[in-house]
């Protein structure tokens, strides 16, 4: 026998000695799961609180990880909607659950590394490049070692002398282990600057909003996220001269006080864009949560004035939220579901983007209804007992808050939207002190 002739055979022998493990192993079957849908934040660096990159770091998590995802706490996505609704849905399928279950209670079990795919690569720095001008938050900010979770504003004024338009930006934060998340919001008002000079010059707290109405919004910052570049050619965004930016940034203690300084990078464009963004807002501050109420209940609704298509919609409650639900009633008696969260957390608030954009038309209502848990039953309830919740800016107070993001169909209508946004807001606030005086007028009975 030849040399390439036995060299054939034992590596043919050899291959058919070779162990076969029955049921999926990490290498084969896990690996695949985990690099799409959990290493972009549980990997060193990232604000995961421990990786899962090597088959030793999922194997050490390997029932922790399965029983997790079969409660669908990982990874983490609030809308009931999936796919089909939202963009980037992180959902776990149910095929894809079984494996992780299966896996783990075989002992997890690493399989052959022939069959281990490559780690994602993921962008470091500025994603599309150096930009065009990187806007950076003067000092770094402190985060404590322990206590709750920290919502700060950070103003960063323009200071333009003219229109600009941008096609890209992103938040890239120092300290990825304590950014939860990032959302530039535009001031055209000066409402932020003198927040801030009464807590020192260049950021203020503010748990509940940033405190004034959004001229509008620039993309922001969350684990894993891409920037991307807007091609399309009927809109972007226009940055008026004396807007500031607003960076709200939400951060977690880590157990050891860490720092963030957090920059924006914007790319520009010579493209006047022929639509901008707009917004609807809807809220409803008459909160006055009894202790051991299990769902107290608030509305809020918004008829259009103009045809209005929606690209992203976003809800805000506090830690005692239980569920939010957003629909539209469209003028020919229909009904659109735009947004259910029937397990409201308060770590998880993002901007959903909706898969295909919604034209809703002229005389829609907006909807929104908003549940708060104040009973000792809710496990997220801060206090122990329960007691009487007010609304106000802490995360141990209560409010809520709705936004859909999108454009006017006409983009000679975008006034006649924003009039009617900021006459809704308006109007909303006076009812919520009107309620407000009343209960002092007349207490509502003890323990309701």
């Not at 109420?293 to 939220?321: C, N, Q, S, Y």
Request: with cysteine.
């Amino acid at each position: 026998m030849n040399t390439v002739l036995m060299l054939s055979v034992l590596l043919a022998a050899g291959a058919e000695a070779r162990p076969q493990v029955e049921g999926p192993t990490f290498c084969r079957d896990v690996a695949p799961i985990l690099f799409a849908n959990c290493t972009s934040c549980h990997r060193p660096g990232e604000v995961g609180p421990f990786p899962l990159v090597t088959y030793e770091d999922a194997r050490k998590r390997a029932r922790q990880t399965a029983r997790i995802c079969e409660k669908r706490i990982m990874p983490p996505w609030k809308p009931a909607a999936g796919r089909e609704t939202f963009k980037n849905a992180r959902i776990l399928t149910d095929e894809q659950i079984a494996v992780l279950k299966a896996w783990a209670e075989a002992g997890a079990p690493q399989g052959d590394e022939a069959d281990l795919p490559p780690l994602p690569k993921f962008p470091e720095g500025w994603h599309l490049g150096e930009p065009d001008l990187i806007l950076t938050v003067p000092k770094p900010f402190v985060i404590p070692a322990e206590g709750p979770d920290i919502y700060v504003h950070f103003v960063l004024p323009l200071n333009f002398k003219e229109d600009r338009y941008v096609r890209a930006c992103q938040v890239l934060p120092s300290n990825r282990r304590v950014a939860h998340h990032g959302v530039p919001i535009l001031d055209a008002s000066g409402t932020a600057r003198r927040l801030a000079a009464k807590h020192g010059g260049d950021h203020y707290p503010n748990f509940g909003g940033p405190g004034f109405i959004p001229r509008g919004f620039l993309p922001g910052y969350a684990p894993g996220q891409l920037t991307m570049e807007d091609e399309t050619d009927d809109r972007g965004l226009t940055l008026p001269k004396g807007t500031d930016i607003v960076l709200q940034m939400h951060y977690h203690p880590t157990g050891k006080e860490e720092t963030d300084q957090p920059r924006i990078g914007l790319y520009f464009t010579d493209r006047k864009p022929k639509r901008n963004p707009c917004i609807v807002a809807l809220a409803n501050n008459d909160v006055w949560i009894p202790p051991g109420e299990k769902a107290f209940r608030r509305t809020d609704a918004f008829r259009l004035p103009v045809d209005f298509e929606v690209r992203d919609i976003w809800a805000h409650m506090h830690m005692i939220g239980k569920e939010v639900r957003v629909w539209a009633d469209l003028p020919n008696g229909k009904r659109k579901e735009l947004l259910h969260i029937p397990d409201w957390d308060f770590n998880w608030q993002e901007s959903y983007l909706y898969a295909q954009p919604l034209v809703l038309p002229k005389g829609t209502w907006i909807r929104a209804e908003f549940v708060w848990d104040n009973s000792a039953d809710n496990p997220r309830n801060p206090n122990h007992p329960p007691k009487l919740i007010e609304w106000g800016e802490g995360s141990t107070d209560e409010m809520s808050g709705l936004i859909l993001g999108g454009v006017t169909v006409r983009p000679e209508e975008e006034w006649i939207l924003w009039a009617a946004v900021i006459g809704h807001y308006f109007e909303m606030e006076n009812k919520a002190k009107e309620a407000q005086k009343r209960r002092q007028q007349n207490p509502p009975a003890a323990g309701r």
